[in-house]
């Protein structure tokens, strides 16, 4: 076969040279604009598992590369005046240059024809080639000639990044997060020789902007960033290589290949440095494509689709940890306040690869100082993992961070809680929850999702809500009693066959902030008058006192899932023209009449939490910056905790769905906001919850309890 | 965790004896389900054509459509002939809905692609309505009306199917994908605070000893797919060792329910996957 290679980078280099190795008789010369020795940028990083491949797809080269790493287990975070290490890790990093010199003589040694600065505006000089593979990079000419048939994407990250070297000797990948004037600034450095380290600077761009940095040429940039980080260079210098601020861009590619050309590395794919993953990338897709083209001699097609259903997969899980870890240092600045440990652990765990028990493997001690840190016992050796560190509130102390809800089953009778509900409750605290949530406990008869609904709205319901608290006790468990109105959702079929389905003949008369209906089928509600609002701002009241009298633990308030309360949260559902609509305070106002209503006749020594609505996921819904001011202004209220809900305040939205998604939202109300939360949303394992703990990103799991059920 | 088969109804060279033959040797065989695929543009079977005359044949395996493409009908008909099948299948019926992957299906018979999605999901709660009220016949044998599945991959296909459906029906790919879209239709089902849990079907497809010819039918059924077309070709199991596979891939996923969606139309195939599944 006649191979064309456009691009002589790592991955270009490296099929060249195993397709060469499988089938000597294959022609292949390999095109590069640039000199052999010019290179940009200063070491790469591998990690284990990517050495493995290169030790089987080429010993002679894995040898040398290998013979020339830095190779170490520790990453250090620099934050807050305290440097914290944790190890086990395992990376190796050599010099991109030594890279592709090694790369180049291994070509040159088995037959491969290098054509250094040679330009290919196109890809002409290739027609003549049975195979074309394009590893011509980020700005890829192949990609940018097929995009009608390769049909890429191209995102551009907001922050800025300049990518240095240093002649100071590093021992630990280090991560440094300094606050300056003008903002936070983070390094990202890491050794890749005995003498040399890459040292990657980061902003946000407003950062970059005010620190006057868009104006700064190479040199003020220097001078610049030696002086903002002249603590951790100790006397070393930053080393250019016409060194840009340039912010990131994500390709992503819906097919690698048309016709006889086929995409690797980033020229197909890129993965935000953060992770430090482009180049593995880039030669695994290259080991990749020479083994599937050696499955299938004589069927380009064929091997094109065994490399791209190989490596895919692969590139999208990295691409979408990349993502998260972009994000993560885009907010860092949320972080402020947080204790090193901590700080480090939320770093580590950023995009959802490494969780509490992988960061034990790998370092036991690390892990320990989080678990005594979380446990707030640093005196001891080894504290209980943070699942099991109890969680105080007002006069109450919940004995674990594990909430299990009590499912709805539509089962009670005019508001009367079902014998088989209560089980349900005394079930979940048997199961080891530390507190146990009720399904939607109504204020009111028209407060109800469907007549199935539990109340507190009389006197006698009251009796067996005391004995689900005695009995959720009796287990060591506290019972949360979430106490709402259903609003615009109310008056519908018991939700076996579906939800949102209206009572037959209409059920009974609705309310809500707005007169708007909640699905097509559904009723139009009645937009609350004064007397509506002073009648339901009480019987919330009324209830709240009487699940008091009922000896029920923890109270919490639903302004969440579209119903009263919630709805008047959102632009959605909230057209007011009065003071209870329009802006955010103005939506607020009557949900914090109810709170204010509630938390005077509840207890204060008893916990009040609040579920909460932090995005609708429909446009021109909530905006996160509401949630937030929401959320501050609930603790201000005196609500103890933030139960983080999204979406239902419409029937028709927009969902994410994905792993954790409300674990981020949890984040940014927990850390913006300074409110503690639970969290839920696809929680389903220990190690799941004992993360999402550590790292400070909620109080409390919402425990899915399916995996453990099943067994 | 249930295993069904696929009815040959998209596949080449099936004639009516053929494809009728296949159910009746299905359903004396271990095989749970017998599922149909929907396309306008094709030449495949009509699948409530194809399930009644199956009904006619069979007694025990369930019959689903995987999918039936919903918003190209009209809901009042679709909940008449379904009800229809479920009556004449003494309640076999499990009806799959999602809004299918091509356009042109659309365009041929003049309905608007654009809004799909949300159609479908009042297509959903619009069919219990129409069989709980019963003024369009007949009434269905299972109570309530046959079980609803809903598929599709974005967050408003779960939102959907956990408002509406009684499951989630994927559109195949390997365990691993199927997990992903499994952990959504969870969460979605939690979220909305339904009663009970989701059923949850899979699909792969199968032609054991005759890769080629069925590589052949995939790629040209997915042709509109472009380069993805080859990529659902070379999934196709076409050894005992990848059903097996693929069958532990989904069971160790949390699949209920996986039907094997043949890709030739030879009822030979019925005994070589019977032998494979013991």
């Known amino acids: 076969m006649r191979i064309g290679v456009l691009g002589g980078g790592p991955a270009g280099l490296y099929f060249a040279l195993l397709a060469k190795r499988a089938d000597p008789a294959h022609e292949i010369t390999v095109v590069e604009r640039n000199a052999p020795d010019a290179t940009f940028g200063w070491g790469v990083v591998f990690s284990e598992e990517t050495l493995g491949a290169l030790r089987d797809a080429d010993h002679p080269s894995y040898t040398e590369i290998s013979d020339t790493f830095a190779r170490w287990s520790a990453i250090d975070v620099v934050y807050g005046g305290r440097t914290v290490r944790s190890g086990g890790h395992v990376f190796s990093a050599i010099a991109r240059r030594r890279l592709l010199e090694i790369l180049q003589r291994r070509c040159r040694d088995v037959g491969v024809e290098l054509a250094f600065q040679r330009e290919a505006p196109d890809l002409e000089p290739f027609a003549d080639r049975d195979l074309v593979v394009a590893a011509d990079g980020v700005n890829s000419t192949a990609r940018r000639l097929l995009a009608a048939q390769l049909r890429p994407t191209l995102d551009s990250h907001r922050s800025r990044f300049i990518w240095f070297g240093t002649d100071l000797p590093l021992d630990a990948f280090t991560f440094v997060f300094r606050t300056a004037e003008h903002g936070m600034f983070q390094v990202h450095a890491y050794p890749f020789d005995a003498d040399t380290s890459t040292f990657i600077v980061e902003c946000t761009e407003g950062t970059w902007r005010a620190a006057g940095l868009d104006q700064a040429g190479e040199a003020e940039s220097i001078a610049f960033c030696q002086d903002l980080f002249a603590p951790e260079l100790d006397g070393h210098k930053l080393l250019s290589n016409r060194s840009l601020w340039i912010s990131f861009v994500t390709v992503r590619c819906r097919s690698w290949h048309h016709g006889n050309v086929v995409l690797l590395g980033d020229a197909a794919h890129t993965a935000h440095f953060t992770i430090g993953s482009g180049t593995k990338l880039a030669m695994e897709d290259a080991v990749a494509l020479a083994q599937a083209l050696q499955r299938h001699p004589a069927a380009l097609e064929a091997a094109f689709t065994d490399y791209e259903l190989e490596r895919q997969p692969v590139v999208e899980r990295f691409q979408e940890a990349a993502r998260d870890s972009a994000t993560w240092f885009e907010n860092v600045r949320r972080y402020d306040g947080f204790d090193p440990v901590q700080f480090a652990c939320n770093l580590l765990t950023r995009s959802g690869r490494i969780g509490h028990l992988e960061l034990t493997r790998r370092d036991p001690g690390f892990a320990a100082a989080v678990d005594r840190f979380f446990a707030g016992r640093p005196e001891t050796l080894v504290a209980p993992p943070p699942l099991f560190a109890p969680l105080g509130q007002r006069a109450l102390t919940l004995a674990n961070r594990v909430a299990l809800a009590a499912g709805a089953e539509d089962d009670a009778t005019d508001g009367h809680l079902a014998g088989a509900a209560a089980e349900r409750l005394a079930a979940a605290a048997a199961a080891g929850a530390g507190v146990v949530v009720s399904e939607l406990v109504a204020v009111a008869p028209d407060g109800r999702v469907t007549p199935g609904t539990p109340g507190l709205w009389a006197d006698d319901h009251a009796g067996p809500w005391a004995e689900a608290a005695r009995q959720v006790a009796a287990h060591g468990s506290a019972l949360a009693l979430r106490l709402g109105h259903a609003g615009r959702r109310g008056a519908t079929r018991p939700r076996r066959t579906g939800v949102d389905r209206p009572l037959p003949g209409g059920g009974w008369p609705l309310l809500a902030a707005s007169a708007i209906a909640y699905t097509p089928a559904s009723p139009v509600p009645k937009a609350m008058d004064a007397g509506d609002l002073e009648r339901v701002a009480g019987q919330f009241a009324a209830a709240a006192r009487r699940a008091a009298d009922a000896g029920v633990q923890v109270l919490v308030c639903d302004l969440a899932h579209g119903y009263l309360l919630g709805g008047f949260l959102s632009p959605l559902a909230n057209r007011r023209d009065d003071e209870l609509g329009g802006s955010p305070e103005g939506r607020l106002r009557f949900p914090l009449r109810v709170v204010d209503a509630v938390r005077a006749a509840w207890p204060d020594d008893r916990p009040l939490w609040a579920a909460l609505t932090v995005t609708d996921w429909a446009a021109g819904g909530l905006e996160p910056e509401e949630a937030v001011a929401a959320a501050r202004a609930l603790a201000a209220h005196g609500c103890d905790l933030i139960q983080v809900t999204a979406g239902q305040t419409t029937a028709v939205t927009r969902p994410d769905y994905g792993r954790f998604h409300l674990v981020g939202w949890s984040d940014l109300v927990r850390n913006d906001a300074g409110v503690p939360t639970m969290a839920g949303g696809g929680l389903t394992t220990a190690d799941e919850v004992n993360t999402v703990l550590a790292a400070g990103r909620a109080d409390l799991c919402l425990l899915d309890p399916r995996t453990y059920s099943r067994a | ?278």
């Open chain 2, 1 to 278: 965790m249930e295993v069904g088969v696929g009815l040959p109804t998209t596949t080449p060279g099936a004639d009516g004896t053929g494809i009728l033959e296949w159910a009746r040797r299905a359903d004396q065989g271990p095989f749970a389900s017998l599922g149909v695929l929907d396309r306008m543009v094709y030449r495949s079977v009509e699948p409530f054509a194809a399930l009644s005359a199956a009904a006619a044949v069979t007694t025990r395996a369930r019959l689903v459509t995987m999918v039936v493409i919903g918003p190209l009908r009209n809901t009042a008909l679709l909940a008449k002939q379904a009800a229809s099948l479920d009556l004449l299948s003494a309640g076999r019926l499990t009806l799959g809905l999602a809004i299918g992957a091509r356009t042109d299906d659309y365009r041929a018979l003049g309905v608007d692609p654009d809004g799909r999605g949300r159609r479908l999901g009042e297509q959903l709660a619009e069919l219990r309505e129409l069989w709980e009220k019963g003024e369009v016949g007949p009434e269905p044998v299972q109570p309530g009306g046959p079980p609803l599945l809903a598929g599709g991959l974005s967050g408003e296909a779960f939102a959907r199917m956990a408002r509406c459906a009684d499951g989630y029906v994927h559109g195949g790919g390997p365990p691993r994908a199927f997990a992903a879209a499994a952990a959504r239709a969870w969460a979605a089902w939690r979220d909305l605070e339904r009663p009970g849990r989701p059923e949850l079907w899979g699909q792969g497809y199968f032609a054991l000893g005759d890769a080629d010819a069925g590589a052949a039918y995939l790629r040209d059924y997915y042709a509109f797919t472009g380069p993805f077309a080859s990529k659902v070709a070379a999934g196709n199991l076409s050894s005992g060792r990848a059903v097996k596979d693929f069958v532990r891939g989904y069971e160790d996923a949390g699949c209920d329910h996986l039907v094997l969606l043949p890709t030739v139309s030879d009822p030979a195939q019925l005994d070589r996957l019977a032998d494979v599944l013991g």
